[in-house]
């Protein structure tokens, strides 16, 4: 081998080991990380439970990596607009999106035009499954899920649901029950759920779908009505309580929350995140305050997660489609 070969063999091999060590997908990049500050979007307004599970996480996450873990919440446009900040940032693991339903798998089905391709956040771990429940106003003339069906359909256009807006889950899952059941409610829009559901313990609309966890201090001083859980199962918090499919068989709504990495970022770092993530799912204090919200962690890897995203979408999808429902 000639003394020129030899040189522009060692050459490449010198620019090769460089471009791993600085390039995010190199294996250095990943046993580096994290050194500095992570920020999680949320794309939700703070308060509600939707940004209280993201922050627990934060926390432990800082804890365990001695490193600020910081949640920034960035409402607005459906939840897209936190959404497309994550996917226009730096694929190197400092920003992430803690993501319910809509952005992921949701907002593609329904919007003609999105900023970001929901499809190509790469997945970091299913943190936890959030069960919703359908609840009323006490005057509505209803003790049970069958009156409430009955009482609709003999007043069709007459009952009112709240939403947090146009598109959101909350509205999608009442038209699901709607088509499901057979009945017509009439559809009112609020800039988010806090407000509609001022509305509805002030009788101003009759009933909504919502977090059990957001619910469940107005179920018990009276304010609010539990007549039924949307997810497959009954609560163990509510086990008197049936499920909607119960009373319409096939039906099932479950919220949750998903960590996601912006498109591109590494296989590597995407697997210590998620790691991480189901270390801390699993510790005994924070499995106490989740239930405490009546949030149920999962965990799991990179993989569940985009197969479970994947499942989601096909759903969300298939739903969609049968409300003909489109936004410009």
């Not at 050194?35 to 627990?56: F, N, Q, Y």
């Not at 929901?118 to 943190?127: G, I």
């Not at 889950?169 to 829009?189: D, F, N, S, W």
């Not at 049936?242 to 590494?266: D, L, N, Q, R, Y």
């Amino acid at each position: 081998m000639s003394h020129l070969v030899r040189s522009s063999i060692a050459t490449y091999l010198v620019a090769a080991m460089c471009t791993i060590a600085t390039t995010p997908g190199g294996a250095i990049a990943a046993e580096d990380f994290p050194h500095r500050t992570i920020k999680i979007i949320v794309p939700v307004p703070p308060g509600p439970l939707l940004d209280v599970v993201p922050r627990i996480v934060a926390d432990k996450l800082s804890a365990k990596w001695n490193v600020p873990v910081i949640i920034e919440n960035r409402p607005g446009a459906a939840q897209n607009l936190g959404a497309e900040a994550v996917a226009r940032s730096d694929p190197d693991g400092y920003t992430l999106l803690a993501s319910p339903p809509g952005p992921l798998v949701v907002s593609g089905h329904l919007r003609t035009h999105l900023n970001f391709d929901p499809n190509a956040f790469v997945p970091v771990s299913l943190m936890v499954k959030l069960p919703t429940v359908l609840v009323i106003n006490p005057k509505v003339p209803a003790s049970n899920l069958g009156e409430l069906l009955a009482h609709a359909r003999a007043n069709p256009g007459k009952l009112t649901f709240g939403s947090p807006g146009i598109g959101s889950t909350p509205h999608l899952a009442t038209e699901q029950l709607m088509k499901a059941a057979g009945i017509r409610l009439v559809h009112v829009p609020y800039q988010g759920m806090a407000p509609a559901m001022n509305d509805l313990m002030g009788g101003h609309i009759d009933m909504m779908i919502d977090l059990y966890g957001n619910v469940a201090g107005s179920i018990k001083e009276g304010k609010l009505r539990l007549l039924a859980v949307t997810t497959p199962e009954r609560l163990p918090q509510e086990p008197a309580v049936p499920t909607i499919s119960e009373v319409v068989p096939g039906f099932a709504h479950v919220e949750w929350f998903v960590m996601v990495a912006p498109p591109k970022t590494p296989d590597a770092i995407a697997a210590k995140l998620s790691a991480a993530i189901a270390e801390i799912l699993a510790l005994p204090d924070v499995a106490r305050r989740l239930a405490d919200l009546a949030a149920i962690p999962v965990g799991g890897t990179p993989d569940e997660a985009a197969s479970f995203i994947k499942a989601e979408n096909t759903r969300w999808k298939q739903l969609i489609d049968t409300t003909g429902l489109k936004i410009d």
